[in-house]
């Protein structure tokens, strides 16, 4: 296993200090992250820990033909245990390469025997990552082939005329949630699909890491520390028809902050649900548990440590 620049974000709540929240003016809906003053690069992967690494893939492959560039297995390996926290960690990594992103997808073999649970709604930490593709040729339809199950109540997507996009929400098969979107029209342009993506055929990828937290406001103030950049925008989701239905919850209430990673299509969500309310506390989640977490890539990352540490990330 080789030493990289990548900082991981497992997104357990006891890294986070205690900020003030953002005003109308912290706002630019033209600040991407490849602005930032400091040496974060961008985000470099999302990573997936499951129990079982060959459904894993063979679920992600079939639904979204991202190309496998590597695999692993790593044990007794002292750099591994430091990194994860663990003594003795022995996993299998699979990497797949999106049209924009990474997606890491491993198996920890402390986890193999963990009772599967499907991801809460409304829960906290990194919940999801969103799958985006041309109305014109749905990758919803790919996931559900492959085994997804739909959250939403109509079983099919729900569309917002102001944004000329389809939603759906699914579990795969271990329970994690995944946002699947499908656009149209201007949207689909400013996604970066138009050009090299369509022509070469690659109709589906990944678009946002999603925090849920019960605190929208503050979160956004840390990471607005954490990257040294203005978030784009924040929204508000009451609408009954749309969020009960996208969601399968009664009455549910939202609000939403975004951070844009470049100019097309990577962005950082952060939602709040006001109703059903997201949890306050909950587990401390260690690097190789199952779900999501995500990795920065820095161009130096002693600095970024010291910087990090001092903003109030908590490292293990």
Known sequence: MTVSRHLVFILTWCILVFVSGVSADDFDKNATLRETPTDIIGINHISLSVRNLDRALAFYQGATGFRLIARETVKVDKTADQLFARDNVEYEKATLRAPNWLLEISAFKHNEMVAHEDMPVNGRGMSHTCYQSPASVPGY?????????????????????RYGVSYIYAYDPDGNLMELEQLQ???????????????????????????????????????????????????????????????????????????????????????????PATPTSGKHRYPGDLGYSFSLEVADIRKEYVRLKNLGVEFF
């Not at 559900?144 to 005329?161: D, F, L, T």
């Not at 951070?259 to 709040?272: D, R, T």
């Open 185 to 275: 029209g201007e949207v689909l342009d400013k996604a970066g699909y138009l050009g090299a993506w369509q022509q070469q055929g690659q109709n589906i990828w990944m678009s946002q890491v999603s925090l849920f937290t019960h605190d929208r406001d503050r979160l956004m103030a840390f990471y607005q520390k954490i990257f040294a950049i203005k978030p784009n925008r924040v929204a508000e989701i009451a609408n009954k028809a749309f969020g009960d239905n996208l969601f399968d919850l009664d009455d549910a209430h939202v609000k939403i902050g975004w951070f844009l990673l470049n100019h097309k299509s990577k962005v950082l969500e952060i939602l709040q649900f006001l109703n």
């Open 141 to 161: 339809e790919k996931f559900i082939e492959q085994g997804a199950r739909v959250i939403n109540r109509m079983g099919k997507p729900v569309y917002s005329s």
